[in-house]
């Protein structure tokens, strides 16, 4: 540790302590104190992340882009090091530092509010990203939200794997059997426009003030890229408006939340309204299913491929996060009706 922060030079961190922080699934983060000052460290999943240098590229041209006097929220991206570089390397692996920043971060919402201010953020995020150059913005993960292709790759794996439960095939046969979500998503990426987008709007990526009453940060900005407001919009809902988190196995409490619905989109809306094409709007309504679907074929996928990508806790994870997205997606599409009513009416006035 000592070697990495060594590498920084505006402190000098002669006395530090350090200990694991946050509940990130990818990359390992440490608390940072050293004196009065705190900072957070990240150690970058170069699996995960094969182009850091994108990643730098991306993050360097948003800050140089886009004016963050306009943003009502900080956007903490790497401090430099003493070469200049938002990355640094100590024996073949990456890290980086951060500011921290003072705050909170919650896995799941305990009011309505909650749900509006994180979607408001999203918003203005995505409406202050409308200047950013999104041709120059390089693809960190390549396909990464391509739901068409992630759907293909489960197929592949699938026909290579002998499934071992009846758990397993029944998973395996409904997001086979997305067949028309796949092609409504195919015709949405013909038509939608790509912005600037985080790709990862999940609740804990915000930084809540502690009385959880405004934003402060928006983080985890490793996935900045071009990419569809469809696709952010989406992940809140699937985030946000589940009644249980991600990780829970209480099957059958696991629903979509109408009313935590109503107040993403009134909060996200609030931000791109003015931006918004006609499909863009339409899109919003489909979003959560694309994004629900998306994690459900990826946590099977990395499940049946041995739990290479995800953290997990223990083996069966992986499946049991793919059932509980499965139970959300089947919920999201039952509602659909009451959803589109919503949608109509925030969206058509
Ligand atoms: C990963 O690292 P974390 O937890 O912020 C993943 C997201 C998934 C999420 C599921 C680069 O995000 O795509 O939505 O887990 N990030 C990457 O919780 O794959
Ligand atoms: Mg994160």
């Not at 489960?154 to 997305?178: C, W």
Request: with cysteine; net charge negative; aromatic share 12%.
């Amino acid at each position: 540790m000592a070697e990495i922060l060594a590498k920084y030079t505006f402190n000098s961190f002669e006395t530090f302590e350090y200990s694991p922080f946050g509940s990130g699934l990818i990359h390992g983060t440490y608390l940072i104190e050293s004196g009065s000052s705190k900072y957070v460290l990240q150690e970058f999943n170069n699996t995960v992340f094969q182009f850091p240098e994108r990643i730098s590229h991306n993050q360097r041209l948003v800050k140089s882009q886009g004016n963050e006097t306009f943003l009502p929220f900080q956007l903490p991206l790497p401090l430099v090091n003493s070469e200049n570089n938002l990355i640094t390397s100590v024996n073949g692996r990456l890290f980086r530092l951060f500011d921290f920043v003072n705050g909170q971060t919650i896995q799941e919402i305990t009011d309505l509010n909650q749900a509006y201010i994180a979607a408001e953020a999203y918003g203005a995020f995505a409406e202050w990203g409308k200047n950013v150059e999104t041709s120059q913005l390089q693809e960190c993960i390549p396909d990464f939200h391509r739901l068409d292709l992630r759907f293909a790759r489960l197929q592949e794996v699938a026909n290579e794997k002998h499934l071992r439960s009846a758990e397993e095939r029944e998973i395996l046969d409904f997001y086979l059997g997305q067949k028309d979500l796949i092609n409504a998503y195919k015709r949405n990426q013909s038509v939608l426009p790509l912005r600037l987008t985080h790709n990862d709007t999940k609740i804990n990526n915000l930084i809540f003030s502690q009385d959880l009453s405004k934003v402060e940060a928006l983080i985890d900005l490793d996935t900045l890229m071009s990419g569809y407001l469809m696709y952010d919009f989406g992940d809140l809902v699937r985030t946000v408006a589940c009644s249980r988190a991600e990780t829970s196995q209480k099957w059958e409490k696991i629903r979509l939340e109408i009313t935590v619905f109503e107040q993403l989109l009134l909060g996200y809306w609030k931000g791109v309204k003015n931006l918004a094409s006609k499909e863009e709007t339409e899109s919003l309504l489909l979003a959560g299913e694309v994004m629900t679907c998306i994690m459900g074929l990826r946590f099977f996928t990395d499940h049946l491929q041995g739990n290479v990508y995800y953290k997990v806790a223990y083996p069966e994870q992986n499946l049991h996060r793919a059932k509980n997205q499965m139970l959300l997606l089947k919920s999201l599409q039952e509602k659909k009706p009451e959803l589109e009513q919503i949608w109509k009416s925030i969206t058509l006035t």
